[in-house]
């Protein structure tokens, strides 16, 4: 580990002697997965709004970059094309347009929202956070702001603080923004993932439910033994920013990601469905992370939801991390698959490990 060479380092110092520094490698069955009910107020989705940069990065386009074709890409992982950033931009830019956008999908204006939360895999820097630019450049000038790190599982968290917040009265209206420049994190010399990851944000205002719909059950998780499962920089145990690490990129073990994911989808997502009291009968929609089709349709065999019960559009944005539920839930309303009364169930997997399940009736 490199140190700063300004400071003395004494015996007691914290060395990673002191942490444990083996991976206990879980089996996928054995993750602590956990759910429960919802109480109180009923909180929903007002408005949505998504935000992709312009530039588009097809397959033929990576294949002139790496090894890689847009048969192994399509038949791996489904996706077809991501969009990409311009170089330079901040993660907290694109927040601030979906942002723009579900505010006037919900009717809402800025000086009503109480709370912004910003969740990101890509934040811009420790401080100030992503989420005061954009309570700045919005004018939510009433809201308090935060940002949060659950890698693809923020938005999710997200939406679950904005459900408990608006159930215990402390507020009426709550901002949630995944915003993502991935294609910075990325090494673009590694086929195995420089191909699966986009830039993109999607924003979510949530309120109290009007018309009997809302929030029906939480299904919520993590296990840091598998931290080192999908993680940022090869000097990771530390973190990439304390062990100085001058050039970190996403790594991650591609096949276990795999298991860990059809795994938390089917328990979590069961889990969220039975706290709910919804059988997969009953179900309308799910709406999956879009990390790759293989997975999500895995999963959905496994717990015997039928295809066209099953949104995906992967092969628009490839894997967005926080983004890709808001860009999942918008594309499905837009092609008129998510109405009012119908019961959905999201589901997110990601880095940390973290994991997120949510039963809705959409309002
Ligand atoms: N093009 C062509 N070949 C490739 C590519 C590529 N882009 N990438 C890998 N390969 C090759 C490998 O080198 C390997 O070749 P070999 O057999 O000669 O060694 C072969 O394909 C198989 O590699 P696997 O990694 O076993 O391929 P797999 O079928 O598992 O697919 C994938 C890889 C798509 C990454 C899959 O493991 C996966 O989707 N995992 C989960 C990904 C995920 O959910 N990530 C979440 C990240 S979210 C976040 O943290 C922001």
């Given at each position: 580990?490199q140190?700063?060479?300004?400071?003395?380092?004494?015996?007691g110092?914290l060395t990673?002697?002191?942490?444990?520094?083996?991976?206990?490698h879980?089996?996928?069955?054995?993750?602590?997965?956990?759910?429960f009910?919802?109480r109180g107020?009923?909180?929903?989705?007002?408005g949505i709004?998504?935000?992709?940069?312009?530039?588009?990065?097809?397959?033929?386009?990576?294949?002139?970059?790496?090894?890689?074709s847009?048969?192994?890409i399509t038949?791996?992982t489904?996706?077809?094309e991501r969009h990409?950033a311009?170089?330079?931009?901040?993660?907290?830019?694109?927040?601030?347009?979906?942002?723009?956008?579900?505010?006037?999908d919900?009717?809402?204006?800025?000086?009503?929202?109480d709370?912004?939360?910003?969740?990101?895999?890509?934040?811009?820097?420790?401080?100030p956070?992503?989420a005061?630019?954009v309570?700045?450049?919005?004018?939510?000038?009433?809201?308090?702001?935060?940002?949060?790190?659950?890698?693809?599982?923020?938005?999710?968290?997200?939406?679950?603080?904005?459900d408990?917040?608006?159930?215990a009265?402390?507020?009426?209206?709550?901002?949630?923004?995944?915003?993502?420049?991935?294609?910075r994190?990325l090494?673009?010399?590694?086929?195995s993932?420089?191909?699966?990851?986009g830039?993109a944000?999607?924003a979510?205002?949530v309120r109290?439910?009007?018309?009997?719909g809302?929030?029906?059950?939480?299904?919520?998780?993590?296990d840091?033994?598998?931290?080192d499962?999908?993680?940022f920089?090869?000097?990771?145990?530390?973190?990439?920013?304390?062990?100085?690490?001058?050039?970190?990129?996403?790594?991650?073990?591609g096949?276990?990601?795999?298991?860990?994911?059809?795994?938390?989808?089917?328990?979590?997502?069961?889990a969220?469905?039975d706290?709910?009291?919804?059988?997969?009968?009953?179900l309308?929609l799910?709406?999956?992370?879009?990390?790759?089709?293989?997975?999500?349709?895995a999963?959905a065999?496994?717990?015997g939801?039928?295809?066209?019960?099953?949104?995906?559009?992967?092969?628009r944005?490839?894997?967005t991390?926080?983004?890709?539920?808001?860009l999942?839930l918008?594309?499905?309303r837009?092609?008129?698959?998510?109405?009012?009364?119908?019961?959905?169930?999201?589901?997110?997997?990601a880095?940390?490990?973290?994991?997120?399940?949510?039963?809705?009736?959409?309002?």
């Open positions: 580990m140190r700063d060479p300004r400071i003395g380092h004494d015996e110092d990673l002697t002191a942490l444990r520094t083996e991976v206990a879980t089996h996928p069955s054995r993750l602590p997965i956990r759910a009910p919802t107020v009923h909180s929903v989705i007002a709004g998504t935000y992709a940069p312009e530039r588009v990065l097809t397959n033929a386009d990576l294949e002139k970059i790496v090894d890689t847009d048969g192994w038949e791996r489904g996706m077809k990409i311009q170089a330079g931009t901040a993660s907290w830019e694109l927040g601030v347009h979906a942002g723009e956008r579900a505010l006037a919900a009717g809402v204006a800025p000086e009503e929202v709370l912004v939360m910003v969740a990101s895999s890509a934040p811009d820097a420790p401080f956070s992503m005061c630019r309570q700045e450049q919005l004018g939510l000038t009433n809201a308090w702001a935060f940002d949060l790190l659950a890698a693809c599982t923020g938005l999710l968290y997200e939406l679950q603080i904005a408990v917040m608006i159930a009265g402390r507020a009426r209206t709550v901002l949630v923004i995944g915003a993502e420049v991935l294609s994190l090494d673009w010399t590694d086929r993932t420089c191909v699966l990851l830039d944000a999607g979510l205002v109290a439910a009007e018309h009997g809302g929030f029906r059950s939480w299904s919520l998780g993590a840091g033994r598998e931290w499962l999908l993680r920089g090869e000097r990771a145990q530390t973190g990439a920013y304390a062990a100085g690490d001058p050039n970190p990129h996403f790594i991650m073990r096949p276990e990601t795999f298991k860990f994911a059809v795994e938390c989808f089917t328990r979590s997502g069961q969220a469905l706290a709910a009291g919804v059988t997969v009968d009953q309308d799910f709406v999956p992370h879009q990390a790759n089709r293989r997975i999500i349709e999963a065999r496994r717990a939801i039928p295809e066209q019960k099953v949104f995906i559009n992967i092969e944005y490839g894997n991390s926080t983004a890709t539920v808001p999942a918008y594309d499905a837009e092609q008129g698959r998510l109405k009012p009364g119908m019961k959905v169930l999201m589901s997110t997997f880095s940390g490990l973290t994991w997120a399940s949510t039963v809705m009736e959409w309002e």
